[in-house]
């Protein structure tokens, strides 16, 4: 009886795991991220005030290059981005920005973003014009803190 009672309970404690897995691959399949800018940014084709932000991949199996940016209480989507896969050779226990360190009076423009823990992140693709501008440009990688979801 008492090794039934055993049993039992180890069943439930890896039905309930397998349960909660989805969940937790939940966060990295979309890898929605709340970041804070103290100052504004640039993002192609918007410069975002400085403030709290979401940042998520669009659902979906077929494109998983597609960013979207959204304002902190979710009321507003500034932007739908095509995104390049891109690599670091190291990943982070936090969310790394790639920027483009503009002149002076002009934001800093959003690089790369990628997702804690991950090797591979996304680039955002400006215009030729643009390219040319930050190839020019100091880059600077920061880890960002984030808010908890």
């Given amino acids: ?52 932000y979401w940042f998520i991949l669009q659902s979906g199996e077929s494109d998983r290059d597609l960013v979207q940016i959204f304002s902190e209480d979710w009321s507003h989507l500034y932007a739908t981005l095509q ?24 934001p800093e423009a959003v690089l790369k973003w990628y997702y804690p823990g991950l090797l591979t992140g996304h680039e955002f693709l400006y215009s030729g014009k643009q390219k040319k501008e930050f190839a020019g440009d100091a880059q600077q990688n920061v880890l960002v803190e984030t808010a908890p979801l």
């Fill in 1 to 52: 009886m008492h090794v039934r009672k055993s049993l039992v309970i180890i069943f439930c404690c890896v039905l309930a795991g397998a349960v909660c897995l989805p969940a937790a691959k939940a966060d990295t399949w979309d890898q929605m991220t709340k970041i804070q800018f103290d100052e504004p940014v640039e993002i192609p084709g918007y410069v975002l005030p400085a403030g709290s």
């Fill in 83 to 106: 995104t390049n896969p891109t690599e670091r050779p190291q990943a982070t226990d936090g969310t790394e920005i790639e920027f483009a360190e503009r002149p002076y009076n002009t």
